[in-house]
């Protein structure tokens, strides 16, 4: 079960492409188009009935009415069903954090203040480029990339701990000596000059072989550079909408995601790079640069933008405790990216497989 502000953002979103005034007017309801338990609907009221979370609760029904009346979403067609996820993994390889289904058609991923793109295992993401299936680095990924590096900034951590009894490697620590490691070491900086020396050689080493290894990866692979861009920008198989909060503005996050198929109508892509960088934590960048068609049609030269992100490889539930996770991040606002169509944009409507006129002589014939 996700948390109470991932429960109202959602659900939230939902009730708002319902035709109903208010939140508390559709809860009072319990419309039985969104198809939830009643142990949730009771979640949701006593949230509500709080106050804890109303301003997320106002502004997530507001982005499903805009859902709802946008020419390039509902249109302002009544949903007949609605499901939830519930935080639900699907069981297919999706690509795109599906939240919301309406109509069995429409799917809405929620993303109120993340910028994270996919929190994956470093070997999925630097060796399977994002595949939701294949084979990769399942270990540690410290160990398998910076073997000597890692050893060194363990030692480092015990003799700074004073912790005695373990291991000369931390492969061959049990649980609960890692755990205690990880306790003895307490806040967020290492205890000595020693540890962060051996932490800065770490980060060095595991961000160089990261970058190494993604490379490396794309050019042995039958994956395009365009693939792996569709896969960081969460391009799916087929069109969906992202509702949410901007978490740089604050401002409504409200856009039609295209397709492959819709991006390469649109976009050519020019290139796709990753280089190591220097931060407080091992991590990739990565920058892609592509060209609109529509700009080199109409004169425009072609001209190059950008899109940047970048990877962090950290432990995520303390040091040692567990192998590190890799967070993808992007860095570009989301109203720059190509293939992000805003709802509110009347002017940029979806494609059509077939031109209107073509479509009305077949169907007359």
Not at 46 to 52: E, K, L, N, P, Q
Not at 277 to 299: I, L, M
Request: hydrophobic content about 40%.
């Amino acid at each position: 079960m996700p948390d109470e502000r991932t429960t109202i953002t959602e659900l939230g979103t939902a009730l708002g492409t319902l035709p109903y005034d208010d939140p508390r007017t559709a809860l009072a309801e319990r419309p039985s188009e969104l198809r939830i338990a009643a142990d949730v609907w009771d979640l949701l009221d006593r949230i509500v009935s709080s106050g804890r979370y109303a301003v997320e609760l106002t502004t997530a029904f507001a982005n499903g009415r805009a859902l709802l009346d946008a020419p390039d979403g509902l249109r302002g067609r009544t949903p007949l069903v609605i499901e939830w996820t519930g935080g639900r993994r699907p069981p297919g390889d999706e690509v795109a954090p599906i939240d919301l289904r309406i109509d069995h058609v429409y799917l809405i991923s929620c993303k109120y203040e993340s910028d994270i793109l996919a929190n994956a295992s470093p070997g999925r993401v630097f060796d399977g480029l994002l595949a939701t299936t294949g084979t990769w680095e399942r270990g540690d990924w410290y160990a398998a990339v910076a073997p000597d590096e890692f050893v060194a900034l363990y030692r480092a951590c015990v003799a700074a701990t004073g912790l005695g009894g373990l291991p000369s490697s931390p492969s061959e620590c049990s649980r609960e000596q890692l755990a205690c490691l990880r306790t003895a070491l307490g806040g967020r900086s290492y205890p000595d000059q020693a540890s962060q020396l051996a932490y800065g050689e770490l980060c060095r080493a595991v961000s160089r072989a990261s970058a190494d290894r993604w490379s490396a990866g794309l050019a042995a692979s039958t994956v395009s550079a365009e693939t792996m861009v569709w896969r960081l920008l969460r391009i799916g198989s087929a069109p969906y909408f992202v509702l949410g909060i901007d978490r740089r503005t604050g401002a409504p996050a409200r856009y039609r995601i295209a397709s492959p198929w819709d991006w390469r109508e649109d976009f050519e892509l020019a290139g796709f790079t990753v280089t190591s960088a220097a931060a407080g934590q091992p991590r990739v960048d990565w920058t892609c640069s592509y060209r609109n068609r529509g700009d080199k049609a109409g004169g425009g030269g072609g001209a190059t933008d950008t899109v940047h992100g970048h990877v962090e490889i950290r432990w995520s539930h303390g040091r040692f405790a567990q192998p590190p996770e890799a967070k993808v991040y992007l860095d570009t606002p989301m109203a720059l990216l190509p293939g992000y169509h805003r709802l509110d944009d009347v002017g940029q409507p979806q494609l059509a497989l077939f031109p209107t006129g073509a479509a009305g002589r077949t169907a007359s014939a």
